[in-house]
T-cell receptor, first 111, second 119 residues
Framework: QQPVQSPQAVILREGEDAVINCSSS?????VHWYRQKHGEAPVFLMI?????EQKGHDKISASFNEKKQQSSLYLTASQLSYSGTYFC????????????FGPGTRLSVLP | GAVVSQHPSWVICKSGTSVKIECRSL??????MFWYRQFPKQSLMLMAT?????????EQGVEKDKFLINHASLTLSTLTVTSAHPEDSSFYIC???????????????FGPGTRLTVT
């Protein structure tokens, strides 16, 4: 079952912050986040395992609320290079069982 | 991270012909590779799971006789679109999973994708 992402799209000015949410009605083992630029393949950002994990790299971080079966991706002080479509991917088992992508959130960062 | 390559990057073919797309894991062995299809402004939809040395597992609604998958080695999987039609035009992306043994989970790496246009 495909996870739900919100918002569908967001437009930011450079330097602004954004939050993208991903939720599922099923119990999850992990949540993966990817960014895809137009015409290119998705690029792996990070994976969060169950247990309330939080992780970050540069100004992009994410959290996984196991109880709510929800993950949030935080983009801080956004840069032009952050533009793209962000997908979350969820799996129910530790070895990629039932891995499915969300519908995506289109992020546009304007100068 | 691990590198996955795809060939070709793009292909234009006439309706009724067959097209083969290759997916290679360059610096790791992948017992399992995945084939996705992505239409414009949509998410990636899993078509099939390719297992080395065995038959592929297709998702519901994907015609296995039309999308032939062969995973002959631990580093190569191929997708052949047989008797292609304009509605098969799409962005086809493969991925391979690399087991991060020390952490006990997989990370999934995508190839650059192949854009197929059927005229």
């Amino acid at each position: 079952q495909q996870p739900v992402q919100s918002p569908q799209a967001v437009i930011l000015r450079e330097g602004e912050d954004a939050v993208i949410n991903c939720s599922s009605s099923k119990a999850l083992y992990s949540v993966h986040w990817y960014r895809q630029k137009h015409g290119e393949a998705p690029v792996f950002l990070m994976i969060l395992l169950k247990g309330g994990e939080q992780k970050g790299h540069d100004k992009i971080s994410a959290s996984f609320n196991e109880k709510k079966q929800q993950s949030s991706l935080y983009l801080t002080a956004s840069q032009l290079s952050y533009s793209g479509t962000y997908f979350c991917g969820t799996e129910k088992g530790g070895y990629g069982q039932n891995f499915v992508f969300g519908p995506g959130t289109r992020l546009s960062v304007l100068p | 991270g691990a590198v996955v390559s795809q060939h070709p990057s793009w292909v234009i073919c006439k309706s009724g012909t067959s097209v083969k797309i290759e997916c290679r894991s360059l610096d790791f062995q992948a017992t399992t590779m995945f084939w996705y299809r992505q239409f414009p402004k949509q998410s990636l939809m899993l078509m099939a799971t390719s297992n080395e040395g065995s038959k592929a597992t297709y998702e519901q609604g994907v015609e296995k006789d039309k999308f032939l998958i062969n995973h002959a080695s631990l580093t190569l999987s191929t997708l052949t679109v047989t008797s292609a039609h304009p509605e098969d035009s799409s962005f086809y992306i493969c991925s391979a999973r690399d087991l991060i043994r020390r952490e006990g989970h997989y990370e999934q790496y995508f190839g650059p994708g192949t854009r197929l246009t059927v005229t």
